[in-house]
């Protein structure tokens, strides 16, 4: 079982930044497709970026050219936020699925993103 564990919420400005950190119990980058999501209050939970295993990067149109999915190639995922909005506000949340074990799918806890003056 990979276990994930997601950091660098907080409460920023409209117009900041912030990055977060999504660091696995072991090597993932080798078989695992990454991705964040979020979930804002009331919605439901949404994609916000993915990383495959062959380095492709996909964002939601609401994200892009706003916020950045790389990795490490080991362990850490990341997730640089600039230009934060409003309508960012949510419960942020990383994914790893192995790319041919549909049934290893993991989940971290979440950490809380908060855009407000």
């Known amino acids: 079982q990979v276990r994930l564990v997601e950091s660098g919420g907080g409460l920023v400005q409209p117009g900041g930044s912030l990055r977060l950190s999504c660091v696995a119990s072991?090597?993932?980058?080798?078989?695992?497709?990454m991705a964040w999501y979020r979930r804002a209050p009331g919605k439901e939970r949404e994609l916000v970026a993915s990383l495959n295993l062959g380095g492709r990067t996909n964002y939601a149109n609401s994200v892009k050219g706003r916020f950045t999915i790389s990795g490490d190639n080991v362990k850490t995922m990341y997730l640089q936020m600039d230009s934060l909005k409003p309508d960012d506000t949510a419960v942020y949340y990383c994914?790893?699925?192995?790319?041919?074990?549909?049934?290893?799918?993991?989940w971290g806890q979440g950490t809380q993103v908060t855009v407000s003056p």
């Open positions: 072991e090597k993932i980058f080798d078989f695992y497709n």
């Open positions: 994914k790893a699925h192995h790319f041919n074990i549909d049934e290893r799918e993991y």
